[in-house]
């Protein structure tokens, strides 16, 4: 027993790591010694492992975080090693890569301006900080591809003017923070991808696929987001002013943290059931369909409602001073004690809606 317990302190001491108190992951002293074990460092999350080429181990990991500096999802895996997928092509400005495989790559912080990256397979790729300027992209894959901070000009999906990613695959890219004002991805898969504080200002994002993208503080000012599927994104504190959203798919989406008080368009989108109650907007909601909504005690004042369908609708208490809602559908809303002073209900259906204690000062009835 007394030779076991030897061996044991020595063994300790040799490594001069600290075991965690359940025995479990280690924390070591510095990169040095993890390398000793883990020669790649150690990942969080099997995507942070294929773009770093570091060792999936989120216990270790976990215990070893502070030494994720570059907050990458990965520790110490910055460790001298060949990098076999990019050996074979010539990684600069203005190379031809065309249809090239570099899945999985580590190509942080690269300069590929005027790159041809057509068809190129960059699925999984650590493009972090590239600068991909005027690069073309089209039919590339970038499946789950960290692009954060990469520069990329003036990209275009549709011409040759800055990057052209069109017909490109960015599911569940990063592109958290990125400026990306004037960008034109009319129609690109962008689902899952995460889009979190990007700028999007002016951005052409008609009929893109956005499912499940985080656009969480992102910049949306003006952009145009037609016939877009939004469906369970997330806009918590996306700033949305001037943003057009007709005929986007916008379902499953928490509305909670979303400021509507601002000028966007929403013309015939399906938002039946939702709950806006109490809430302050200014919307274009032009044929919308709100059947069922409940929006009592909502500030909506000018809010456009024209030809909405507000069937079965909670409008109690509601602040609709000078509202549009000429030639909407009110059948069976209930509008009690609602504010429709100057509201315009020209053409509007009110067949079984409930009007007790409403003030129609001035309202534009409906002709009977």
């Known amino acids: 027993m007394r030779k076991i317990l030897v061996i044991t302190l020595g063994l300790v001491l040799f490594t001069g790591t600290a075991v965690s108190a359940d025995g479990g992951a280690i924390t070591y002293k510095s990169c040095t010694e ?19 080429g570091a060792k999936f181990e989120p216990e270790d990991f976990g215990a070893n975080r502070s030494k994720d500096l570059d907050k990458d999802g990965a520790a110490c895996e910055d460790a001298p090693r060949k990098n076999k997928t990019i050996k ?27 790159a041809n990256l057509t068809g190129a397979n960059l699925s999984g790729a650590n493009l972090s900080g590239a600068w991909l300027d005027s690069a073309n992209l089209t039919g590339a894959d970038l499946t789950g591809a960290n692009l954060k901070g990469v ?35 009319k129609g690109v898969n962008l689902s899952n991808a995460n889009l979190s504080g990007a700028n999007l200002f002016r951005a052409s994002l008609g009929g893109a696929n956005l499912g499940g993208a985080n656009l969480s503080g992102a910049n949306l000012e003006d952009a145009k987001l037609i016939g877009a599927d939004l469906t369970s994104a997330d806009l918590d504190g996306a700033k949305i002013s001037g ?97 429709l002073t100057e509201a315009f209900l020209t053409g509007a259906i009110l067949t079984g809606a409930i009007l007790t204690g409403a003030n129609l000062t001035r309202a534009t009835m409906p002709k009977t």
């Not at 989406?253 to 400021?259: A, E, K, T």
């Open 243 to 339: 943003t057009d959203f007709s005929d986007a798919k916008l379902s499953g989406i928490d509305w909670s943290g979303v400021n509507l008080d601002q000028e966007a368009t929403m013309n015939r989108v399906d938002l039946s059931g939702v709950n806006w109650s109490g809430i302050e907007m200014y919307l274009d909601l032009t044929g919308a369909n709100l059947k069922g909504a409940n929006l009592s005690g909502v500030k909506a004042r000018y809010i456009t409602l024209s030809g909405a369908n507000l069937e079965e609708a909670k409008l109690i208490g509601a602040d609709l001073t000078s509202a549009a809602l000429d030639g909407a559908n009110l059948k069976g809303a209930n509008l009690s004690g609602a504010d």
């Open 88 to 114: 074979r092509y010539k990684i600069a400005p203005g190379a031809k890569l065309k249809g090239a495989n570099l899945k999985g790559a580590n190509l942080k912080g690269v300069n590929l301006i005027d």
């Open 34 to 52: 993890l390398r000793k074990i883990w020669k790649r460092g150690v990942a969080g999350t099997r995507a942070a492992a294929r773009i770093t």
């Open 151 to 185: 520069s990329i000009g003036s990209i275009s999906a549709s011409t040759s003017v800055g990057a052209n990613l069109k017909g490109a695959n960015l599911s569940g890219v990063n592109l958290s923070g990125t400026n990306l004002k004037d960008v034109d991805l």
